[in-house]
Antibody, heavy 128, light 113 residues
Framework: EVQLVESGGGLVQPGGSLRLSCEAS????????MHWVRQAPGKGLVWVSR????????NYADSVKGRFTISRDNAKNTLYLQMSSLRAEDTAIYYC?????????????????????WGQGTLVTVSS | DIVMTQSPDSLAVSLGERATINCKSS????????????LAWYQQKPGQPPNLLIY???TRESGVPDRFSGSGSETDFTLTISSLQAEDVAVYYC?????????FGQGTKLEIK
């Protein structure tokens, strides 16, 4: 069974740091791009970041660029999100999500497309 | 960034009736090289993560009831539930995967009338 389990959330003061983890099982973790998506209480889904299967490429939402760092350890089947300089507006449930890989015939490459698997999420609360 | 706008924000439909949710993207999500629309729909029930319903704008995910259907192309898309069931009460999101950053619609809350 494909499974993603997040951990590391909690209460942190503004300006503080936190590292989230997402442990993957049931699939070849090292073959997949991985993403973080967050959801503020009572609000919608917001994409945060993604990392390529081998860790060689990363992307971030403008709202977290320079403050958050996504990384992975393929030997441990684990995705991470290091969050620093946290603000009240970072308060949210953070989900890790696995996209389906789609083979682009024209380029021969694999693209990360829709999210077919989500973790249960971990709550981060930034408050004094 | 591609902005995704859903309408309406909330919707109340009687059991057994049709529910229609719209999603508009600020630019086309149709990839000309493969003629596919890079658009997905998700359902999120309270206290749960989102669940994939539809991808490529109209392809139903395995296990999703056939009362759910997706349509549209380029910038205008629709999710239709043909006969609303009680278990369909949820928030529905569209999402584009044409470009990064990935972006979601603001969500449509579906309730029973």
């Amino acid at each position: 069974e494909v499974q993603l389990v997040e951990s590391g959330g909690g209460l942190v003061q503004p300006g503080g740091s936190l590292r989230l983890s997402c442990e993957a099982s049931g699939f070849t973790f090292s073959s997949y791009w991985m993403h973080w998506v967050r959801q503020a209480p009572g609000k919608g889904l917001v994409w945060v970041s993604r990392i390529k299967s081998d860790g060689s490429s990363t992307n971030y939402a403008d709202s977290v660029k320079g403050r958050f760092t996504i990384s992975r350890d393929n030997a441990k089947n684990t995705l991470y999100l290091q969050m620093s300089s946290l603000r009240a507006e970072d308060t949210a449930i953070y989900y890790c999500a696995r996209p389906t890989l789609y083979h682009e015939i024209l380029t021969g490459s694999y693209s990360d497309v829709w999210f077919d698997t989500w973790g249960q999420g971990t709550l981060v609360t930034v408050s004094s | 960034d591609i902005v995704m706008t859903q309408s309406p924000d909330s919707l109340a439909v009687s059991l057994g009736e049709r529910a229609t949710i719209n999603c508009k993207s600020s630019q086309s999500v149709l990839y000309s090289s493969n003629n596919k629309n890079y658009l997905a729909w998700y359902q999120q029930k309270p206290g749960q993560p989102p669940n994939l319903l539809i991808y490529w704008a109209s392809t139903r995910e395995s296990g999703v009831p056939d009362r759910f259907s997706g349509s549209g192309s380029e910038t205008d898309f629709t999710l239709t539930i043909s006969s609303l069931q009680a278990e369909d009460v949820a928030v529905y999101y569209c999402q584009q995967y044409y470009s990064t950053p990935r972006t979601f619609g603001q969500g449509t809350k579906l309730e029973i009338k």
